[in-house]
């Protein structure tokens, strides 16, 4: 079998594995009502509040999200590796030095990035109903590189201090994990798949533009509200109220 069809099923497989949409789900079972008719549209955790009015269901939608993201990501790259790389040894060597990536690391990417599509558009809430990616960004780091996860909630808070509005703050957090995973490989040459990491964060970064079009459209118009986070922190306002900005 070619490497290019390899890389084609594990695609469609994190695709359709990624497309489970658990938040439309259990807002469905909860409240009876269609997820993308209430608040922002958005299938994912946030709108599931919104939905519920309830902290633990929308805990428990972005659990299962995180949980479905991370065998989107883990099962398809795993299979890959046992049936097909790990029979093909040319394609265990070093893409370059500086970073020690193989063909197997790529089909990594390729089930982040089929992971991420299928949150954002659903094959099941087609056309163009999903999430907006941050639970495939957390089931990504979970499986590659725990340690990202660390960087990224180190920056979350700095950047929304700076930025002010979280649907930026999460583009921006991500992209920033994504530079940082290029630079691994100085401090840390024994992390695997740092470029392949990189590339799911930069092509999350990317999807996740794409979904924001109406809150870009609300900064640039003023109708967005900023995240006044450390009050929150301090109890100054309600958490769930500003997350929800």
Known sequence: MHIAIVYLLVFISSYVIGSIPFSWIITKIKTGEDLRKIGSGNVGGRNVYRATKSRNWALFAGFLDICRSLTAVALTFYLSNILYFKNHSKYNLPITGFFPD??????????????ILGHNWSLYLLPGHGGRGITVVLASMLYANPIMIAFWIVLWPIVITIVGYSSITYIVTTALVGVIALFFPVVMPWVPYNLAIALILFSISLVMISRQRDNIRKIRTGEAKKMKIWKAVFGKKKMSDEILK
């Open 102 to 115: 193989t063909a197997l690391a790529f089909s990594l990417t390729i089930a982040g990035v089929g992971a």
